[in-house]
């Protein structure tokens, strides 16, 4: 029992850690997600402030190449600062994408990874399951074969004879101090003082001395 009972306990502790296991990866995904909806959330708005940015930098061109053309030349390295500018966000812009898409990744992979835990500590799971029901039927055989044992026990039948006294012994003193109908048999030991002189005997049978040897074989 006290294998058993190890047995249920580890079976019990492992579906603990699993129950573990599945929590922390619910959790460590549910954070992940978080993230890469912050991510895209902050990239989304990157991306907003830089279109606001362009469209606002178009309308100050715009403006200025209103007011002088004559300074084209100016307006044109402006300009191009602006389109050096714009590509730096763009780049930016690109990073973020690509930053985004490394936190999805690592978001698959780590779910692979828990996935292919959860599924090693199902296999451990079911194998001391297996084995605990091995063990319950081994239990459950040996109390058969221990139940089958005493009942044979049972069938066995002792049977006394009190042998009658030699030629030359009958003044000799018996020790037998009483012979029931039941199978119960007193003896006195007259070296011994009180109680303990006295011992008494369970058969299922007891046969005096004057017992034919043939009654005393019979069943």
């Known amino acids: 029992m006290n294998e058993k009972d190890s047995t249920s306990a580890e079976i019990a502790a492992l579906k ?3 129950e573990n296991v599945r929590k922390a990866h619910k959790d460590h995904c549910l954070q992940l997600e978080n993230d ?3 991510a895209q959330d902050d990239l989304e708005k990157t991306l907003q402030e830089v279109e606001n940015h362009l469209g606002e930098s178009k309308r100050k061109v715009q403006q200025l ?3 002088s053309r004559s300074k084209s030349q100016q307006w044109n390295k402006k300009e191009h600062i602006y389109k050096t500018f714009t ?5 930016a812009l690109k990073e973020l994408r690509f930053a985004s898409q490394s936190v999805r990744q690592e978001l698959l992979k780590t779910q692979k990874s828990y996935t292919e835990d959860i599924g090693l500590l199902g296999t451990k799971v079911k194998v001391l399951q297996d084995a605990a029901e091995s063990y319950e039927e081994a239990v459950s055989e040996n109390r058969k074969l221990h139940n089958e044992i005493q009942e044979l026990k049972g069938n066995i039948r002792v049977y006394c004879r009190i042998r009658p006294f030699l030629p030359g012994q009958k003044d000799k003193q018996t020790t037998i101090d009483y012979i029931g109908e039941n199978g119960e048999i007193i003896v006195v030991n007259p070296s011994k003082p009180g109680k303990d002189s006295r011992r008494s005997f369970k058969f299922n ?3 005096g ?3 034919t040897q043939g009654a005393s074989l019979c069943t």
């Open 16 to 18: 603990q850690e699993l």
């Open 36 to 38: 890469a909806k912050k």
């Open 65 to 67: 190449e209103d007011k």
């Open 87 to 91: 590509e730096f966000q763009l780049g």
């Open 205 to 207: 049978k007891v046969y």
């Open 209 to 211: 001395p004057h017992a």
